[in-house]
Nanobody, 125 residues
Framework: VQLVESGGGSVQVGGSLRLTCVAT????????IGWFRQAPGKEREGVAI????????YYADSVKGRFTISQDSAKTTVYLKMKSLKPEDTGIYYC????????????????????WGQGTQVTVS
């Protein structure tokens, strides 16, 4: 599996962005795609996850109600729509692939993901 993110940029407080993660290669029927972010000097944190088929999603408390993760019908592209952006949303955003069906209490831990994209910078000011 290979992942490529795009859609980052600079936006004003309160603005919106949509990030895109294109997955190529075999993703498997039980695989999950997550979005993570890393601010300077901070640990990489889980933002959202979508399960195969797009039926289930989870979000970090800090983004609930503002971010939406979705998947296209071909299941090759995952989106992260972000609105009402805040300065604390600034960071490099990564999508990541997990070959397992992750439980709700572990999805946000980066150790469960095996493949990562190169990241896309989001700056909110």
């Amino acid at each position: 599996v290979q992942l490529v993110e795009s859609g980052g940029g600079s936006v004003q407080v309160g603005g919106s962005l949509r990030l895109t993660c294109v997955a190529t290669g075999s993703t498997g029927s039980s695989n999950c795609i997550g979005w993570f972010r890393q601010a300077p000097g901070k640990e990489r944190e889980g933002v959202a996850i979508i399960y195969p088929g797009g039926g289930s999603t989870y979000y970090a408390d800090s983004v609930k109600g503002r971010f939406t993760i979705s998947q296209d019908s071909a299941k090759t592209t995952v989106y992260l729509k972000m609105k009402s952006l805040k300065p604390e949303d600034t960071g490099i955003y990564y999508c990541a692939h997990s070959p397992w069906w992750l439980r709700e209490d572990v999805w946000y831990n980066r150790v469960h993901y095996q493949t990562w994209g190169q990241g896309t910078q989001v700056t909110v000011s």
